[in-house]
């Protein structure tokens, strides 16, 4: 889906960010702004701005900064075309979709007022369910025997379906409408003449909310020894528990705040965590845990922590979560696996050892690598030559799975190690395998080398906030590389590898082995023998630089951390609109060719910038993938360091007005010299 520029003007002119950041930040007005605690890092004092005159919101602590739609991409977790469309039905502007048919545009309307519709009503229910619990002692007190306070209890919108077949028929007058079926509120017996009842019938309520807030779905528990236990809503319109994630959107402030999602196996392990003082805990939806999963939790925190019960069926869950993690377990991020004793729950662990202990549990918990290799060697006796050839076998796919990099290459050398083999050795026999399995006209040209393989008044209230808590009254609560230095002779220059350079008017390259021997009698006028491919020419600044490495390899974006993507969006026009185009484009589609992308720039005020990098032979960006992520993060972190460098400069002129200012000031020297630290190491 293409939306073009011009409407995403007229709907920034139209919206209101201070409005749209209200419903999630608590703001006060402070002079011509809006201030508030920055939704992004954990802080005591506001240094959050929102502005509407340039409508545009900034953190003065951490550097987040951007308008309404990143506001949602990066706080609400929504993707661009979602934030779009989000915006564009609150102030009543269609999304113009130009490269579709007007039967696909008509159908796609008719999906979008579906869902719609079908949110209001289960949200309708779930008002119905709050009440209920209200008039129920018998649901009270099975909280309360949980240890849940009325407080946790409202936040997460817990409600009751009480008993008898057709409770909701008081809710919803037209107990025949399709539209209860196809929310999974009504069961419709097609062998019984299409009698209707209730689906939730004397269980306490889980409303699940997708991560706007919008109530999708239930899942509900019986009060006694009822089979089944758990009762989840059935796949609908706006309900995939392949997608969804209980607890998300009340986790995904507290997620940022703790440094990491806590991902455990039920409903009331979520809720009783938070009443415990983990409110970054979420739950798979009675379903495995998969990619997508793993993807949506890493748009709020670049760590999370599986949690387990330690019997075989933890393991086996534990298991699933490692094959839905591997594919985004980059270099950057940390995803560990936590298993508990097998006669405890997160919730009764707690109870019996504390906080503290579960705490030291969780930063003790098993790193993906290890749980890798134990997964592998699961079964296998490595002390005989076939266990550990079987052992190679089935790490084979889980390392294969692993995106390119060092965590790939550190895992393969454990692996190796196990197997009494060389890592070159183990690579090479996985790469023969792969060809001999692979059809030859797919063949990747497998190299062999290890990482080859693939309460403010501006705050709008919750649906419920009008009402008292459940049961309880609660507390209220430069130049890159530098100039003058040699052709080739830069860090992650593309020359022949030995560093020597090569000026642009030599003869350029023929195949067929050595070049000195075949550089014969007919070339002699030719200056130089025939050389290796061309070097970029050393004169492009450091927004240049990354600019040609994301448009010619988009999905190294995947890898990138919070800050990344704020230094480069922050780079003064027109670098930074192209970084923010650029991953507008990936939240929207994925990973792009350069030609598609160049196809997508026409007319677009980033275009002449896009293809002045991407042309010329200092556009070539061929090399070992690690190589190019390798530049590409040195590019980064020196970028980062000017950035800092720019704000210190900025609070001393503060310090004297401003008596946090100093401190923020020695928090960003910290940052700057570990910063530094990696650059010196890598130069």
Partial sequence: MTIPQSFIQELLARVDVVDIVGRYVPLKKGGANFMGLCPFHGEKSPSFSVSPAKQFYHCFGCGKNGNAISFLMEHAGMGFVEAVQDLAQQ?????????????????????????????????K????????????????????????????????????????????????????????????????????GGKRYDRFRDRVMFPIRNVKGECIGFGGRVLGDDKPKYLNSPETPVFHK?????????????????????????????????????????????????????????????????????DAAGRRAARKALDGALPHATDTRSIKFLFLPAEHDPDSFIRANGTDAFARHVSEAVPLSRFLVESASDGCDLATAEGRAHMASNARPLWTALPDGVLKRQVLSDLA?????????????????????APRSSHSGYSGHPGAGSAPARQAPAAYDHEPPSWDAPPDAGAWPPQGEPAGGYPGSYGNGNGSGYSNNRPAFRKGGDWKSNWKKKDKDSPWPPQPRLPRTPTASRADHAARLLLSHMAFLEELTHDDHTTLCAQPAPHGPLFSWLEAQFHEHGPLAWAVLRE????????????????????????????????????????????????????????????????????????????????????
């Fill in 91 to 123: 102030v009543g502007l269609q999304v113009p979709d130009d490269d579709i048919s007007p039967q696909e545009k008509e159908r796609a309307a008719a999906a979008r007022q579906k869902q719609a519709t079908l949110t209001d009503v289960l949200e």
């Fill in 125 to 192: 229910a779930a008002d119905a369910y709050r009440r209920h619990l209200r008039e129920s002692q018998r649901a009270i007190g099975y909280f309360k025997g949980r240890g849940v306070s009325g407080t946790v209890a409202k936040r997460y919108g817990l409600g009751y379906a009480p008993e008898g077949w057709r409770s909701l028929a008081s809710v919803f007058p037209q107990y025949d409408d399709p539209l209860l079926e196809e929310s999974g509120l009504v069961i419709v017996n097609d062998e019984d």
């Fill in 242 to 310: 392949g997608r969804e994630l209980y607890g998300l959107f009340e986790a995904r402030t507290a997620i940022r705040e703790h440094g990491y999602a806590l991902v455990t196996e039920g409903y009331m392990d979520v809720v009783a965590l938070a009443q415990l003082g983990f409110p970054n805990a979420v739950a798979t939806l009675g379903t495995a845990c998969t990619p997508e999963h793993v993807q949506k939790l890493l748009r709020f925190t670049e760590s999370v922590v599986f949690s387990f019960d330690g």
């Fill in 417 to 437: 190690d196990l197997t009494q083999l060389k890592a070159q050795d183990l690579a090479d026999l996985w790469g023969q395998a792969t060809s001999r399995e």
């Fill in 600 to 683: 997508s720039l026409r007319e677009h005020e980033c275009e002449a910038l896009a293809v002045k990098v991407m042309t010329g032979s200092h556009a070539q960006t061929e090399g070992a993938m690690q190589e190019l992520r390798l530049e590409l993060r040195d590019l980064l972190n020196r970028m980062q360091i000017e950035d800092i460098e720019a704000q210190q400069k900025l609070l001393m002129l503060q310090a004297a007005d401003d008596p946090t200012a100093l401190e923020r000031y020695r928090g960003l020297e910290q940052k700057r010299r570990v910063l530094l630290g990696v650059a010196a190491k890598a130069a």
